[in-house]
T-cell receptor, first 111, second 115 residues
Framework: DAGVTQSPTHLIKTRGQQVTLRCSPK?????VSWYQQALGQGPQFIFQYYEEEERQRGNFPDRFSGHQYPNYSSELNVNALLLGDSALYLC??????????FGEGSWLTVV | GNSVTQMEGPVTLSEEAFLTINCTYTATGYPSLFWYVQYPGEGLQLLLKATKADDKGSNKGFEATYRKETTSFHLEKGSVQVSDSAVYFC??????????????FGTGTRLQVTL
């Protein structure tokens, strides 16, 4: 049983560019959340998707957007990248009130 | 809003020493509490959890008790090993049912265990 899988694992982008990160939830999970973890900090909640709709959003600008597909997989899009967007982006999945599982993350470096 | 405060690291211990990492929280209602561990270069792994007051979560020799009166969830282990070296995050979820819950994390405490 595969856990939460994310791609790509590492990527480098230039300021002003756009990036798309992808996540496949753990089998049987229907709720996907995204978190941003800056170096030396705890993860910060970006948003959560359920039934293909954004259900809750953290304190992130509109440059951060997402999508959930019918198979529950999800994408995180970030437009107009800033140096401060450099971080580890974590995807998490769950089903109902059960335990939240995290993927290994996508390391984004903006130069 | 919800918040989690952890003791600052790094915490450096010798193998077989006793570990305590303090965690306190601020939340409305009755949150669920978690400890996650992050090994170098990896994502987060759930270490243990407690969903109501006075519950004790335990796993791999680690334990933490949900103390509502002191709003605390301190992590303890009686004898640490070198393999326990990692960053430990305390977190809370403002609701454990339904689809709208999210995790609020502390800033993490780095533990380094030496021989």
């Amino acid at each position: 049983d595969a856990g939460v899988t994310q791609s790509p694992t590492h990527l480098i982008k230039t300021r002003g560019q756009q990036v798309t990160l992808r996540c496949s939830p753990k089998s049987g999970h229907d709720t996907v959340s995204w978190y941003q973890q800056a170096l030396g900090q705890g993860p910060q909640f970006i948003f959560q998707y359920y039934e293909e709709e954004e259900r809750q959003r953290g304190n992130f600008p509109d440059r951060f957007s997402g999508h959930q597909y019918p198979n529950y997989s999800s994408e995180l899009n970030v437009n107009a990248l800033l140096l401060g967007d450099s971080a580890l982006y974590l995807c998490a999945s769950r089903r109902g009130g059960n335990t939240i599982y995290f993927g290994e993350g996508s390391w984004l470096t903006v130069v | 809003g919800n918040s989690v405060t952890q003791m600052e690291g790094p915490v450096t211990l010798s193998e077989e020493a006793f570990l305590t990492i303090n965690c306190t929280y601020t939340a409305t209602g009755y949150p669920s509490l978690f400890w996650y561990v992050q090994y170098p270069g990896e994502g987060l792994q759930l270490l243990l959890k407690a969903t109501k007051a006075d519950d004790k979560g335990s796993n791999k020799g680690f334990e933490a008790t949900y103390r509502k009166e002191t709003t605390s969830f301190h992590l303890e282990k009686g004898s640490v090993q070198v393999s326990d070296s990692a960053v430990y995050f305390c977190a809370l979820s403002d609701t454990y049912t339904g689809t709208a819950s999210k995790l609020t994390f502390g800033t993490g405490t780095r533990l380094q265990v030496t021989l």
